[in-house]
């Protein structure tokens, strides 16, 4: 991969990181990345701090950040709070772990219908459909 200018236009910046020109303007809106200003008759300039950011935004949402936690990543950061960030991250993996937990359990409870499905009779109801109906599958929601 090229190294990416330092002078660069949204369209440009996009590309370079890979994501759509909308993601970029989003990710404005949202607070995660400054809107550089525009000159007299000209257009905006992104930096190689820019695309640092946004890969940085990227990767954050590839490990399950949400886009508030990664804002608040990006402030920790700026002012390097290893421990609040350790801290966040903490918080973050207990979240995986127990969505990790519900999905096992659905998982199980998935397979077991199944196998009801598979060995039951043609004249009595579906027991995945019937489970459903009842509300019975065991989802953590």
């Given at each position: 991969?090229?190294?990416?200018?330092?002078?660069?236009?949204?369209?440009?910046?996009?590309?370079?990181?890979?994501?759509n020109?909308?993601?970029?303007?989003?990710?404005?809106?949202?607070?995660?990345?400054?809107?550089?200003?525009?000159?007299?008759?000209?257009?905006?300039?992104?930096?190689?701090?820019?695309?640092?950011?946004?890969?940085?935004?990227?990767?954050?949402?590839?490990?399950?950040?949400?886009?508030?936690?990664?804002?608040?990543?990006?402030?920790?950061?700026?002012?390097?709070?290893?421990?609040?960030?350790?801290e966040?991250?903490a918080?973050?993996?207990?979240?995986?772990?127990?969505?990790?937990?519900?999905?096992?359990?659905?998982?199980?409870?998935?397979?077991?219908?199944?196998?009801?499905?598979?060995?039951?009779?043609?004249?009595?109801?579906?027991?995945?459909?019937?489970?459903?109906?009842?509300d019975?599958?065991?989802?953590?929601?």
């Open positions: 991969m090229e190294p990416i200018a330092t002078a660069l236009t949204i369209g440009q910046l996009a590309a370079g990181v890979g994501v020109v909308e993601t970029i303007r989003f990710y404005q809106r949202r607070g995660l990345l400054r809107e550089p200003p525009r000159p007299p008759g000209g257009i905006r300039h992104y930096s190689a701090e820019d695309v640092a950011r946004v890969k940085f935004i990227k990767s954050a949402q590839r490990m399950g950040f949400s886009l508030d936690e990664i804002h608040h990543l990006l402030r920790l950061d700026e002012g390097m709070q290893c421990d609040a960030a350790a966040l991250a918080q973050h993996l207990n979240d995986v772990r127990t969505r990790l937990q519900d999905l096992h359990r659905i998982e199980a409870t998935l397979a077991k219908l199944l196998e009801q499905c598979r060995q039951g009779d043609e004249k009595v109801a579906c027991p995945l459909i019937a489970a459903l109906h009842e019975e599958v065991g989802a953590p929601y």
